[in-house]
C-alpha cells in the first residue's frame, strides 16, 4: 500500500533557527514528490521535485529528493514566526497522478 | 481573482439532512479534485475529474457521496444523509494538463453535522 510518513509530528524552534523537515515515501510508479504549506486554510504549494539531488530554492525555504532512499527534506533557514503552520508532503504516481499525503510535521516558531 | 474557489466556506447541518458544494477551478484546468481533511491529518482522497469524467472514486467513500462536473469546469459534490463523522474540511484542488500532479487548492468548505 502506497504511504507518506513524515517526521517530525510537530517541532517547536525559536525564531532565527534553522529546522529540517522529512519525508519518506512509498508510492507505486513514483512520479513526484511535493511540500505544501497550511497555515488556518487550504494548502498552497511550495515545491515539486521530480529528480533525485537537484535543490530546489525559493527564499529561506529549500527542498531536495533521494529517489535511491525515498525520502525528501524540507530546510527552513532563519525562521520566522510567519513559518508557523503545517508543512504537508505528498507523493504523486505516474498512473493517475493522485497524490498520496503524509499527515504533515506542525511547525510552531516562538518569538 | 483566478485561483480555486469554493462555496459555501461553511456549513452547518443537522444530521440526516442533504448538502452540496461547488467548486470552482482555475479557469484552464483539466484536472478537478476532492479531498477531506480532518484535525491533523493530510487531505484524504475522494474523487478527481479529467474534465466531465469522473476517473477515479476512492474505495473508502460511502454511497452517499457523490459528486458531478457536468461541463468539465465547476463541480459539485453532495452528502446525503449526513452523519456526524462527515464533518470535515472538504477542499478541491485542480491541475493543469502540462503538471498534472501540482495540483492548487481553494479554501476549503469546513461543514459541521449536528
Known amino acids: 500500500e502506497d504511504k507518506v510518513v513524515q517526521s517530525p509530528l510537530s517541532l517547536v524552534v525559536h525564531e532565527g533557527d534553522t529546522v529540517t523537515l522529512n519525508c519518506s515515501y512509498e508510492?507505486?510508479?513514483?512520479?513526484?514528490l511535493l511540500w505544501y504549506k497550511q497555515e488556518k486554510k487550504a494548502p498552497t504549494f511550495l515545491f515539486m521535485l521530480?529528480?533525485s539531488g537537484i535543490e530546489k530554492k525559493s527564499g529561506r525555504l529549500s527542498s531536495i529528493l533521494d529517489k535511491k532512499e525515498l525520502f525528501s527534506i524540507l530546510n527552513i533557514t532563519a525562521t520566522q514566526t510567519g513559518d508557523s503552520a503545517v508543512y504537508l508532503c505528498?507523493?504523486?504516481?505516474?498512473?493517475?497522478?493522485?497524490?498520496?499525503w503524509g499527515a504533515g510535521t506542525k511547525l510552531i516558531i516562538k518569538p | 481573482d483566478t485561483g480555486v474557489s469554493q462555496d459555501p466556506r461553511h456549513k452547518i447541518t443537522k444530521r440526516g439532512q442533504n448538502v452540496t458544494f461547488r467548486c470552482d477551478p482555475i479557469s484552464e484546468h483539466n484536472r478537478l479534485y476532492w479531498y477531506r481533511q480532518t484535525l491533523g491529518q493530510g487531505p484524504e482522497f475522494l474523487t478527481y475529474f479529467q474534465n466531465e469524467a469522473q476517473l477515479e472514486k476512492s474505495r473508502l467513500l460511502s454511497d452517499r457521496f457523490s459528486a458531478e462536473r457536468p461541463k468539465g469546469s465547476f463541480s459539485t459534490l453532495e452528502i446525503q444523509r449526513t452523519e456526524q463523522g462527515d464533518s470535515a474540511m472538504y477542499l478541491c484542488?485542480?491541475?493543469?494538463?502540462?503538471?498534472?500532479?501540482?495540483?492548487?487548492f481553494g479554501p476549503g468548505t469546513r461543514l459541521t453535522v449536528l
Open positions: 505528498a507523493g504523486s504516481s505516474d498512473s493517475n497522478y493522485q497524490l498520496i
Open positions: 508510492v507505486t510508479n513514483f512520479r513526484s
Open positions: 484542488a485542480s491541475s493543469s494538463g502540462d503538471r498534472p500532479d501540482t495540483q492548487y
Open positions: 521530480t529528480s
